[in-house]
Nanobody, 121 residues
């Protein structure tokens, strides 16, 4: 079994900052990449940022220059530093890990339960 547990969401004023954390635990043989996705009410889930085990990052244009993803693969943990937050960043943020559970398993996507981020004055 694999679990992804997110923390760090909350309510923040426009222009403020938040830091999300996600820790993966359980039977993990190797992680290829971890990342963050978000889903706002009435919208589809969208990619926010990803980071590979080789430290290659990718992020949505809408968050470039404001959000920074980092990872500690020794601890199976990924972080998302969010600065200059805007009301349109309001969403449920989901952690994702593309990993292999067990030496003989296939790589699969695993998801956290989500953490709410609300940007409002």
């Amino acid at each position: 079994q694999v679990q992804l547990v997110e923390s760090g969401g909350g309510l923040v004023q426009p222009g403020g900052s938040l830091r999300l954390s996600c820790a993966a635990s359980g039977t993990i043989f190797s992680i290829n990449a971890m990342g963050w996705y978000r889903q706002a009410p009435g919208k589809e889930r969208e990619l926010v940022a990803t980071i590979t085990a080789g430290d290659t990052t990718n992020s949505a244009d809408s968050v470039k220059g404001r959000f920074t993803i980092s990872g500690d693969y020794a601890q199976n943990t990924v972080y998302l530093q969010m600065n200059s937050l805007k009301p349109e960043d309001t969403a449920v943020y989901y952690c994702n890990a593309y990993l292999r559970s067990g030496r003989w398993g296939r790589y699969s996507d695993y998801w956290g339960q989500g953490t709410q981020v609300t940007v409002s004055s």
